[in-house]
């Protein structure tokens, strides 16, 4: 890396596919970005397991993996219980990067991270993101509360409206879009970060609900769909260019903590394991997971978490630890991967516990986790009573599809990282960046 | 400190910051140590020796060494009690938001450094509360010798001032940590957007 400024600026798309930029860039749609890339590096990156914005984006923030930091998942169980809570910022086990330089007496500017949700104090600005409910709660310090909520911030797209009415959701996105924009362009050119991260989470929520109209070219709404990342790209360009004029020499990067590809199938790994003899009732409808009747052997969480019932961790469970539980989980695997619809495998992978998550947190981890095919969204609920179903949101997330910009001059031109990053190297890069030393790290820094 | 020294652990100090009415005892504190970060070259001269350290600098020292690591719990009602009338005489102001933010930020960094020494194979740690120092001084010294090896324990306990226990909050002297739960009314409206994009 050239750059000795010891500050950076980060960019975040949330949900933006790799494949995506490319064809957009291809189509001349964002063409902002096509000069970025052009003089610095575009990669295709690998996200966390499983592949959800709460677990990446707290990956991202603090370069451990789940096991160290001990976020799952957006909801998760309270210890021995079929209980679910929702962990919040407060649950975070690990230093996030704001964290180490608010130690080292730096300051940073955190807007819209998922999952920082209350803020909590430190040496900057934070305005937390999904699954943020109230502004005031969700920014540090009141300063900039009265800010945002002077310019109309705000936090996320209305996602009830958006399930009643497209219309709705498409001036929802615009107006939301144009406020995060603002308030991003204004910490950025404020300058008095050492830190600076911005993240964009319409592009999630465009994806979700009208990821059909980008696949499908005679869609009535395939022009606003293109139109809006000509939007993203005029605040990429913004970006780029605030950089360029007030921080020159500051290297930046963008990033999504995941990818997206067209949903075909719902799929409901808790009415798959009723079906299959390993999960059963004791009422209908279940209101909770505390209706998986005695003798459950295992159950599912969102979206693609599979727990066994084991006894000691649960209070009704009755799986053996040893023998059983692994003869359980290994006949589940091959279950879940020779699990077909129409003809195509719905499962791509399984992985065990011990495989992917290394750390003191160990324990909440799910036993198995599984990774779909494309087109094959799983799903968690503990509600539905059909295997497979057509959902209502056409965009579902993808494990290794997600983008990551590195600014001209922060890596070799025309080189890619071997091998194929993934999202613990971005935390460890930018650490690298702004001269910090985090030997507990877990990922390489690219530049 | 002043027990260990008391007991025939040498010190590692220098004595650049010197007793006051906050600490009349002295502060037995090595301004090197504030470097670690930068420069740990004074650490071969340190060892064998005790020096006090900060919990937050303890991620920085180095991997190529043993520790052996008394680690002083105090309540935190009673360290930003300490701490708010140490800034008030330096004339600053404290709020109580600043009180409660502090608390929060303390609790989750005390959650993060236990997790992180359970994890250091080449730590030991001692954890002491700073209650059972003042309430009963030979048996925390005798635990301190048990852990250290063959110290003068009641040389140890005869050097305990409970006089100087100030900023005494009611509750349990070991820390507890608090993780605040959203209310039930947050838990369900997380619940609703979760689902409406998939999620649950």
Redesign the interface.
């Known amino acids: 890396m050239n750059f000795d400024t010891g500050r950076v600026a980060f960019l975040g798309l949330d949900g933006t596919p790799y494949t995506l930029v490319k064809d957009l860039i291809g189509k001349g749609v964002m063409p902002n970005l096509k000069a970025i890339t052009e003089r610095g590096s575009l990669l295709q990156m690998d996200t966390t397991l499983p592949e959800v914005s709460s677990v990446a984006w707290t990956t991202f923030m603090t370069g451990v993996n789940p096991a160290v930091h001990g976020i799952y998942g957006f909801m998760d169980l309270k210890p021995g219980s079929y209980d679910m809570y929702f962990p919040n910022s407060r649950h975070i086990k690990a230093r996030t990067l704001w964290d180490r330089l608010g130690e080292a007496g730096r300051r940073s500017v955190v807007i819209n991270v998922p999952s920082t949700y209350p803020a909590q104090p430190l040496n900057g600005v934070l305005t937390a993101g999904f699954v943020a409910l109230d502004l005031k709660k969700a920014t540090y310090p009141d300063s900039a509360f009265e800010y945002l909520s002077g310019m109309g911030y705000r936090i996320d797209v209305d996602t009830r409206k958006a399930r009643e009415s497209v219309d709705l959701l498409v001036e929802d996105l615009k107006e939301t879009l144009a406020k995060r924009k603002e308030a991003i362009l204004h910490y950025l050119k404020g300058g008095d970060w050492d830190l600076f991260i911005g993240v964009v989470t319409e592009t999630d929520r465009l994806h979700h609900f009208l990821w059909h109209a980008y696949a499908d070219p005679a869609h009535a709404l395939h022009g606003f769909f293109l139109d809006y990342y000509r939007q993203i790209d005029t605040l990429i360009g913004e970006f780029a260019g605030v950089m360029a004029e007030k921080h020159p020499g500051v290297p930046y990067m963008i990033m999504s903590d995941h990818g997206f590809t067209l949903s075909e199938q719902e799929v409901y790994l808790n009415c798959w394991l009723r079906q299959n003899g390993y999960q059963s009732l004791k009422a209908t409808p279940p209101k909770s997971w505390d209706d998986i009747a005695d003798g459950a052997k295992a159950f599912a969480l969102d979206p693609s978490r599979i727990f066994i019932n084991l006894k000691g961790r649960y209070q009704r469970g009755c799986v053996e630890p040893g023998e059983e539980y692994e003869r359980l989980r290994d006949e589940l695997a091959e279950k879940f991967l020779g699990m077909e619809f129409d003809g195509r495998k719905v499962v791509k992978a399984v992985y065990k516990k011990e495989d992917i998550y290394k750390g003191p947190h160990s324990a909440p981890g799910a036993d198995l986790v599984l990774l779909s095919n494309y087109g094959f969204d799983l799903k968690g609920s503990i509600m539905k009573d059909t295997l497979f179903e057509k959902g209502v949101l056409s965009g579902m997330h993808t494990q290794d599809d997600a983008v990551l910009v590195l600014s001209p001059g922060m890596a070799d031109e025309g080189t890619a990282p071997v091998p194929k990053p993934t999202i613990l190297d971005v935390p460890a890069t930018i650490l690298k960046a702004l001269g910090i030393k985090a030997g507990e790290l877990e990922g390489r820094p690219l530049a | 400190m002043k027990m260990l020294e008391a007991g025939g652990v040498p010190v590692y100090i220098d004595n650049v910051r010197v007793a006051d009415v906050d600490n009349p005892g002295g502060y037995y504190e090595l301004e090197d140590v504030k470097k670690i970060?930068e420069d740990t070259s004074w650490m071969d001269a340190a060892g064998g020796k005790a020096f006090k350290m900060v919990s937050?600098l303890l991620?920085d020292l180095p991997?190529d060494r043993r520790y052996r690591i008394v680690f002083m719990e105090r309540n935190l009602d009673e360290v930003i009690a300490s701490q708010r009338k140490m800034l008030e005489r330096m004339g600053k102001t404290p709020t109580d938001t600043d009180d409660h933010?502090a608390k929060?930020?303390f609790t989750?960094h005390l959650?993060?450094v236990k997790?992180?020494l359970?994890?250091q194979e080449n730590m030991d740690v001692l954890y002491m509360p700073y209650e059972d120092v003042m309430g009963e001084p030979q048996a925390s010294a005798s635990r301190v010798s048990g852990f250290m090896g063959g110290l003068d324990t009641v040389k140890m306990a005869s050097v305990v001032r409970p006089e100087l226990y100030r900023n005494k909050a009611e509750g349990p002297a070991v820390v507890e940590e608090t993780?605040?739960?959203?209310d039930d009314e947050?838990?369900e409206?997380?619940?609703?957007?979760?689902a409406?994009?998939?999620?649950?």
């Open positions: 970060k937050m991620f991997g933010d929060r930020l989750k959650r993060e997790d992180w359970s994890a993780v605040d739960e959203l947050e838990e409206a997380v619940k609703e957007r979760l409406d994009l998939g999620y649950m």
